[in-house]
């Protein structure tokens, strides 16, 4: 990871972009892991790659971000211009426009339920988008849309590191099921990391989606996680009525979930117990009841 700060983004934006050198950088307040986001006067947004593995995400960004937009109910990120290698930095940057709201949770929701149905409407738009020539799953964005058998080897190792704490035979039966069906629809968009940190909320609805750097095409159960990271049961029900769905693709989603949670408590549960109590959670929804209550 580079340690990208305030003075270097300034130094790139007055240097590449003049018409924008006197407007202030100050970083955004959760600025995210792969890239780093920093503000640029009021209305404008710095993002850049913080490692090589992310970079492929720049171009993919400013090509697709604005055939997309035009078919979404919603806002996303809108590519004003990319920067360039300079100054140290090694990898192409972007300059967005930037978008007001709260980042999503408990909190800053009003109504979990219709949250949960504004997002099943974004994401059935999303999906409908042509993806005819839009990006496979692969490298570029961690295979998010492509087959979960590519984390067959980190999930299975990560179940033996924990089998010390977890119920390994029921959790291996719930990877297994995962694993046992394909996307055999057309190719759709895939968001590839519908989260808490790229939903944006006003007024308690929500009112934007961002960060498209793990987008791609392909089956989209790995857009289906937020229905145990975040979403109640009654929620959760929602969400599934009004995505339209069918049972396999929510066991491929259950297992996309299954897989992050134990890898980050396998990785964190010592040194990080916050962090790794709330994938313990994860884990404790998607055994609930049926199918973790799907």
């Given amino acids: 990871m580079l340690e990208i700060d305030a003075a270097l ?3 790139l934006v007055a240097s590449q972009f003049p018409r924008w050198a006197e407007l202030p950088v100050r970083a955004v307040a959760n600025g995210g892991w792969d890239n780093r986001t920093f503000h640029l006067g009021d209305v404008m947004s710095v993002r850049l790659p913080s490692a ?4 492929a995400q720049v171009e993919k960004e400013h090509r697709w971000l604005p055939i997309l937009a035009g078919h979404l109910p919603l806002p996303i990120p809108a590519p004003l211009a990319m920067g360039r290698p300079d100054a140290g930095y090694p990898w192409p ?47 570029h964005n961690f ?85 145990w990271t975040l979403f109640d ?17 929510w066991e491929r989603a259950r297992g996309w979930c299954l897989w992050k949670a134990l890898i980050t408590i396998a990785a964190h549960r010592h040194e990080d117990r916050e962090k790794a109590d709330i994938h313990r959670r994860w884990i404790n929804r998607i055994v609930a009841g049926p199918l973790g209550g799907i």
């Fill in 143 to 227: 295979h998010r849309g492509g087959s979960l058998a590519v984390y067959d080897g980190e999930a299975r190792h990560a179940l033996a590191a924990l089998a010390d704490e977890l119920d390994v035979g029921l959790l291996t039966e719930v990877w297994e099921r995962a694993l046992a069906s394909n996307w055999r629809d057309r190719p759709v968009w895939v968001h590839g990391d519908i989260a808490e940190g790229n939903l944006l909320a006003r007024n308690g609805r929500l009112s934007a989606v961002i960060d498209f750097g793990s987008s791609g095409v392909g089956d989209p159960s790995s857009d289906l996680v937020i229905a």
């Fill in 233 to 249: 049961e009654q929620a959760r029900d929602a969400f599934r009525a009004r995505i339209g769905l069918d049972r396999q693709t």
């Fill in 93 to 139: 940057w972007s300059i967005y426009g930037w978008i007001e709201g709260d980042r999503a949770s408990r909190d800053t929701i009003s109504d979990l339920t219709a949250f949960a149905e504004d997002l099943a409407d974004f994401l059935i738009a999303f999906r409908k988008v042509d993806a005819s020539d839009g990006p496979a799953a692969g490298t």
């Fill in 52 to 55: 090589e593995r992310y970079v």
């Fill in 9 to 11: 983004v300034s130094t």
